[in-house]
């Protein structure tokens, strides 16, 4: 069961991060995927870790910043 307050996030080597929609709202490119209706947005460019280091990012940013 999918949680409506959450996205998946699919590195190119298919790893799948689930975080927050707040968190990957931190993007505003992110949010302008017509994927995140869906809930999940692929990106077959960007590896695991780098999409894990960017996942670290959001929680950090809608913590601590004011984006």
């Known amino acids: ?3 409506k307050d959450t996205v998946k996030l ?3 080597d298919e790893m799948e991060f689930i975080i927050d ?3 990957a709202m931190v993007s505003q490119t992110i ?4 994927e995140m209706e869906l809930g999940e ?5 960007i590896s695991a870790v780098i999409l894990e280091k ?3 990012y959001f929680y950090w940013a809608l ?3 004011s984006y």
């Open 21 to 23: 929609k707040d968190a």
């Open 10 to 12: 699919i590195s190119a």
């Open 31 to 34: 949010g302008g995927f017509a």
């Open 41 to 45: 947005v692929t990106f077959p460019e």
């Open 63 to 65: 913590q601590y910043s």
């Open 54 to 56: 960017i996942c670290q």
């Open 1 to 3: 069961m999918k949680r």
